[in-house]
Every structure is written in C-alpha cells, then in structure tokens.
Nanobody, 118 residues
Framework: QLVESGGNSVQAGGSLRLSCSVS??????????LAWFRQVQGKERERVAS???GGVRYTIDRFTITKDNAENILYLQMKALKPEDTAVYYC?????????????????WGQGTQVTVS
C-alpha cells in the first residue's frame, strides 16, 4: 500500500516535499523500482522521478528523489516550483528492478496528492 502526503498550494518559486509511505511486508524498497508520477487533468501520467532497484535515480529538473529504507518512505523534493508543476502527484512501485515511463508497468499506486502552484 502506498500513501502520499505533503501536497499543498504554494506560490511560484516555492518548495514542497512530498512523502510516500510504503507498507507491505514482502515489498523491498531496496530491490524494486519506486517512482513519482504526476497527472494534469486530461493528460497522461508523466514520470517525474524514480529510483530503481540498483539505486539509480532519474529526475526532471528541480526535483530530487530520496528514500528512507528504514522507515519505508519515499520522498520527492521539489524546488523553484512553477505553475506548470500543478498536478496530482502519485507514488508508484513495481515488482521489478527497473523503472519505466509507462504507468501500466507499475503494480502499486497511491491515491495521489494535489500540488497547486500559483
């Protein structure tokens, strides 16, 4: 189960940190892909950050992804936010080492958290 938190309304130029709590006894944060996607209404989900089972990170500009394996939490730090960053942000995980852009490849999703930049 994935549960996001931290979404909020912020002014352009501000920062925000999203959290994703990962629960499930059999899911390993070390060996599997974890990712953040975002979705603007009417558009497909877009991968904005991920960390794969080998620890290789991918992020778009201004975003940082980190994870706390001990607490089973995935973070997304966003800075210098722009109005175009406004979206619902989702945490996603897949049973596999590699990460992909396609949302269909992911096995677990959070409920999403709204980020609004004005």
């Amino acid at each position: 189960q994935l549960v996001e938190s931290g979404g909020n309304s912020v002014q352009a130029g501000g920062s925000l940190r999203l959290s994703c709590s990962v629960s499930g006894d059999t899911f390993s944060l070390d060996r599997n892909c974890l990712a953040w996607f975002r979705q603007v209404q009417g558009k497909e989900r877009e991968r904005v950050a991920s960390v794969n089972g080998g620890g290789v990170r991918y992020t778009i500009d201004r975003f940082t992804i980190t994870k706390d394996n001990a607490e089973n939490i995935l973070y997304l730090q966003m800075k210098a936010l722009k109005p175009e960053d406004t979206a619902v942000y989702y945490c996603a995980a897949r049973e596999g080492r590699l990460c992909y852009n396609e949302e269909a490849r992911y096995d677990y999703w959070g409920q999403g958290t709204q980020v609004t930049v004005s």
